[in-house]
């Protein structure tokens, strides 16, 4: 059991948007900047939104991150065929003095 | 461009041990701080240690606590894990990151990643 959570799927159609979410508690998202990771298959994992809403340079616009108390969420606007990846959020838990991780949004483009 | 290379994975029997290393280069190794993760197959991903840029400050997940141990040499861009008395459960793509800010204490991001080393623990 993932000590983030997020839905195990979502899926949306090319040029379609789609959010996902990443809930936590107090001591991790409630205190701590939270990251988000596209994961494809076989290939290095790859920074999308680092302290929960700043895109790093090269990463598409279409690609934002926002938070709303102890949830924050990854949107992604005008899907591509090649968004379709697993998604994982990840933030330090100041209890568990450890990185936590959610257990991964499997996204498919229909 | 910033390129980590991980090597050492393979099959290894419950019980034994193996290192990882992590080659980096395109940037100032020894002015970040470096964290193993992994994923094992089917599963998310786990943080497993990081490591100061000077090596002076060391942080562990419980799961692997007290059996693995990370290191460096800055002399050599070079980044290590001595996994130790290996599990079933340690079975896992071991991926080698550069921490996002240069003298951090690790907590804010991982900005780049390598491409892994499969470890399989099997009799």
């Known amino acids: 059991q993932s000590v983030l959570t997020q839905p195990p799927s979502a899926s949306g159609t090319p040029g379609q948007g789609v959010s996902i979410s990443c809930s936590g508690t107090w001591s991790n998202i409630g205190r701590n900047g939270v990251n988000w990771y596209q994961n494809l298959p076989g290939t290095a994992p790859k920074l999308l939104i680092y302290r929960s809403d700043q895109r790093p340079s090269g990463v598409p616009d279409r690609f934002s991150g926002s938070r709303s108390g102890s949830t924050v969420f990854l949107a992604i606007s005008g899907l591509q065929s090649e968004d379709e990846a697993d998604y994982y959020c990840a933030t330090w838990d100041d209890s568990l003095n450890a990185w936590v991780f959610g257990g991964g949004t499997k996204l498919t483009v229909l | 461009q910033v390129q980590l290379v991980e090597s050492g994975g393979g099959v290894v029997q419950p019980g034994r041990s193996l290192r990882l290393s992590c080659a980096a280069s395109?940037?100032?190794?020894?002015?970040?701080?470096m964290h193993w993760v992994r994923q094992a197959p089917g599963k998310g991903l786990e943080w497993v240690a990081f490591?100061?840029?000077?090596?002076?400050?060391?942080s562990y997940g419980d799961s692997v606590k007290g059996r693995f141990a990370i290191s460096r040499d800055n002399s050599q861009n070079t980044l290590y894990l001595q996994m130790n008395s290996l599990t079933a459960e340690d079975t896992a793509v071991y991926f080698c990151a550069r921490d996002g800010r240069i003298y951090s204490s690790g907590k804010d991001f991982f900005e780049f990643w390598g491409q892994g080393t499969r470890v399989t623990v099997s009799s």
């Open positions: 395109g940037f100032t190794f020894s002015n970040y701080g």
């Open positions: 490591i100061y840029f000077d090596g002076n400050k060391i």
